[in-house]
């Protein structure tokens, strides 16, 4: 079975950062898009940070100028930098694997930004 091990969620206050990683095999870090999704109750999924197959780094509006998508080569993982945290970006954020032959998901990390 594959798996994407998310680490990282948390609690923090407004302003805050956190570091999220999705340790991922490799076969799929080289032939995936990889990324992370984020849905909060009564929300849709909606992308939050997406590195392309061929390279492209896609943000979701509402996150980009403040989260930082990379992948690490040395760790086999997917990382989300996500700086000046505001209320809106309580949800849980789940790691994805969008592959020719299908899609992977994480279990999802918890990420609560208080007031």
């Known amino acids: 079975q594959v798996q994407l091990v998310e680490s990282g969620g948390g609690t923090v206050e407004t302003g805050g950062s956190l570091h999220l990683s999705c340790i991922a095999p490799v076969y799929l870090l080289k032939n995936c898009d990889m990324g992370w999704y984020r849905q909060a109750p009564g929300k849709e999924r909606e992308v939050v940070a997406l590195r392309l197959r061929k390279g492209a780094l896609r943000y979701g509006e509402v996150v980009k100028g403040r989260f930082i998508l990379s992948v690490n080569n040395s760790e086999n993982a997917v990382v989300l930098q996500m700086n000046d945290l505001r209320s809106g970006d309580t949800a849980n954020y789940i790691c994805?694997?969008?592959?020719?032959?299908?899609?992977?998901w994480g279990q999802g990390t918890q990420v609560t930004v208080s007031s």
């Open positions: 994805s694997a969008q592959c020719l032959i299908g899609d992977y």
